[in-house]
């Protein structure tokens, strides 16, 4: 691929690469395609469960691609999101794997969590936290 000489750009595939490396490190898993699947519909829906202006607020700790995966499709007038349970961020996570579902939607969805944690300044971590409702917030921490 030709290089754009801009870093962020040029560097934004390595990331992705990366962030998915860390996914499938923390989970034991091989399946590239399936971990994507993971990030992008967990992000959708942490996104889909904050307010606007925190969605967008945790979206500027982002690097340039996954920022790019955070907001794709959003529809900020549908936010946040009801209900915003623990069970159904699980259901729509889950959902999105059709008639291959996770095995424990919530240690996987904790996995990317986990990766945002060490991804992502921490206290923009902190005040996401602090934004999602109690069940939504143990699997966060």
Known sequence: M???????????PQVVA??????????GWTDRSRSYRLLRETLHAIRDFLTVQEA???????????????FEGWM???TP??????????????????DEPLLEPDVAIA?????LRR???SGEYDQVARSLRRPLRELWM
């Open 2 to 12: 030709k290089q754009t000489g801009l870093d962020a750009i040029d560097h934004a």
């Open 18 to 27: 990366e962030w998915l490396n860390l996914l499938e490190e923390d989970l």
């Open 56 to 70: 967008a607020s945790l979206s500027a700790q982002l690097p340039l691609l996954v920022r790019g995966i955070f």
């Open 76 to 78: 900020p007038a549908r």
């Open 81 to 98: 999101a009801r209900p915003r349970s623990a069970e159904a961020l699980l259901e729509r996570v889950n959902g999105a794997f059709g």
């Open 111 to 115: 996995a990317v969590f986990s990766v």
């Open 119 to 121: 991804r992502i300044d």
